[in-house]
């Protein structure tokens, strides 16, 4: 069974500094991995996935994550953090198959100082 | 593209009560709908699968006849909780998925609370 470990659950970072959240994943087969964001009271908003080939992928709002199946990581990056990027974040893995479904990590809460 | 919509964002019952959330995608078809629970200050615990026309996949723990789950539709989804308790309040988000994505499209999220 796929897991997906976070092991930040709270980072703080001053406005305008660089970002990493760290995920490690367990699956067995090429994953399908996902960041995705939520604030608070809301859904989740995806910011980027990886299916295949290149292992750095570009999201919205200027994040970017890398894959790395030697380490099975796959973090999220932003050089630059804007306030309004303080939130909830989740690294997902996805099963292929029929039965396909994500598995979330327990997520990183970032806040951002001015 | 690619909008989930659930409704409602909020409900407030009595215990004892069943409450319905809806989940419908709203400019694409989706052919399977995931519905999640979570706790506050925790992560996505999945409940259950469902594929339209067809019986949903309760995942390990989950009571199949507390959450009943209907998948009509290639548009919506909807999951009710019958015989409400207080421990059954929580925040129910769905998710949407087109054949063969790998994504999943969330909704805004229900927030259930039991009294």
């Known amino acids: 069974a796929q897991s997906v470990t976070q092991p930040d659950i709270h980072i703080t970072v001053s406005e305008g500094a660089s970002l990493e959240l760290r995920c490690n994943y367990s699956y067995g087969a090429t994953p399908y991995l996902f960041w995705y964001v939520q604030s608070p009271g809301q859904g989740l908003q995806l910011l980027l996935k990886?299916?295949?080939?290149?292992?750095l992928v570009q999201g919205i709002k200027g994040f970017e994550a890398e894959f790395k199946r030697s380490q099975s990581s796959f973090n999220l990056r932003k050089p630059s953090v804007h306030w309004s990027d303080a939130a909830e974040y989740f690294c997902a893995v996805g099963s292929g198959g029929s039965n396909y479904k994500l598995t979330f990590g327990k997520g990183t809460l970032l806040t951002v100082n001015p | 593209g690619a909008v989930v919509s659930q409704h409602p964002s909020r409900v407030i019952c009595k215990s004892g009560t069943s409450v319905k959330i809806e989940c419908r995608s709203l400019d694409f078809q989706a052919t399977t709908m995931f519905w999640y629970r979570q706790f506050p200050k925790q992560s996505l615990m999945l409940m259950a699968t469902?594929?339209?026309?067809?019986?949903?996949?309760?995942e390990q723990g989950v009571e199949k006849d507390k959450f009943l789950i209907n998948h009509a539709s290639l548009t919506l989804s909807t999951l009710t909780v019958t015989s409400a308790h207080p421990e059954d309040s929580s925040f129910y988000i769905c998710?949407?998925?087109?054949?063969?994505?790998?994504?999943?499209?969330f909704g805004e999220g229900s927030r259930l609370t039991v009294l």
């Open positions: 998710s949407a998925r087109v054949a063969g994505a790998g994504e999943l499209f």
């Open positions: 990886y299916f295949s080939g290149d292992t």
């Open positions: 469902s594929n339209e026309g067809s019986k949903a996949t309760y």
